[in-house]
Nanobody, 119 residues
Framework: QAQLVESGGGSVQPGESLKLSCTAS????????IGWFRQAPGKEREGLCC????????YYQDSVKGRFTISRDNAKNTVYLQMNSLKPEDTATYYC????????????WGHGTQVTVSS
């Protein structure tokens, strides 16, 4: 059974950083495209970034480009999301999935990890 588990969320102040982890079981992240998504209170879930399985190319939504970095550790079967210069509007529950950018394409969501940015 393919499964992804998110971790690493927390509460930080504006301008600080967090690194989220997305650990896979039942399949290999190196052979799959993995995307990070988030859902803020009262808002729709949105896709943030993606790393492809074939060559590890990365893609970002404009709102996080330059601040967030997606990466992968094949040995740990884990995809990461390094988030820098966090803003209050980044407050959300963050999810990873074996899809990129389109939440409607995801059939099975994990529990996510909560990120709160507040002074």
């Amino acid at each position: 059974q393919a499964q992804l588990v998110e971790s690493g969320g927390g509460s930080v102040q504006p301008g600080e950083s967090l690194k989220l982890s997305c650990t896979a079981s039942g399949f290999t992240v190196a052979s799959s495209a993995i995307g990070w998504f988030r859902q803020a209170p009262g808002k729709e879930r949105e896709g943030l970034c993606c790393i492809t399985g074939s060559d590890g190319s990365t893609y970002y939504q404009d709102s996080v480009k330059g601040r967030f970095t997606i990466s992968r550790d094949n040995a740990k079967n884990t995809v990461y999301l390094q988030m820098n210069s966090l803003k209050p509007e980044d407050t959300a529950t963050y999810y990873c999935a074996e899809k990129c950018f389109y939440p409607s394409a995801v059939s099975n969501w994990g529990h996510g990890t909560q990120v709160t940015v507040s002074s």
